[in-house]
């Protein structure tokens, strides 16, 4: 099936979608920090890049989106433009996903995952839920 629009207005939309500081990994920090959670972003150095680092607990956070990841839920289509382009791109973006979890729980770090699904389109009450859960989580299987 062909785009409807043309190759430069899709690359144009397509260069707008954030990697880093999206409002879901925002309203992620924003509950962990009132939440007494001090943290490291961008995890240089660190396999795969985690959104969030906390040191102390030695735990990181991945903020994944629905789509890019490939999570079986209700925000995954995969595109009917270049099916087998995005086939390709998203199955590697899991591949790579899988690996990087693996070295970081070699390195002795453990993993934690916010879907975009757990948050988007909620109400606030059931967001600041996921938040607590995530903090507990991380308090019970953390060091600090």
């Not at 099936?1 to 690359?11: G, K, L, T």
């Not at 939309?13 to 962990?32: A, C, F, Q």
């Not at 079986?72 to 086939?87: N, T, V």
């Given at each position: ?11 144009a ?20 920090h ?111």
């Open positions: 099936m062909a785009d409807i629009i043309s190759p430069e207005q899709r690359s939309l397509m260069s707008r979608i954030r990697g880093k500081n999206t409002g879901i990994e925002l309203e992620v920090r924003k509950g962990l009132a939440l007494g959670f001090r943290y490291r972003l961008g995890g240089a150095g660190l396999p795969g890049r985690p959104d969030i680092v906390l040191p102390r607990h030695r735990t990181v956070v991945f903020v994944h989106g629905c789509f890019w990841h490939l999570h079986d839920c209700h925000l995954f289509r995969w595109p009917k433009s270049r099916p087998e382009f995005w086939k390709k791109k998203i199955i590697a973006n899991q591949e790579r996903d899988r690996r990087s979890v693996g070295k970081l729980k070699d390195q002795g770090w453990k993993v934690e995952t916010v879907w975009e699904c757990e948050l988007r389109g909620h109400p606030p009450a059931q967001r600041a839920e996921v938040i607590l859960a995530l903090a507990e989580r991380i308090r019970k299987r953390g060091f600090g």
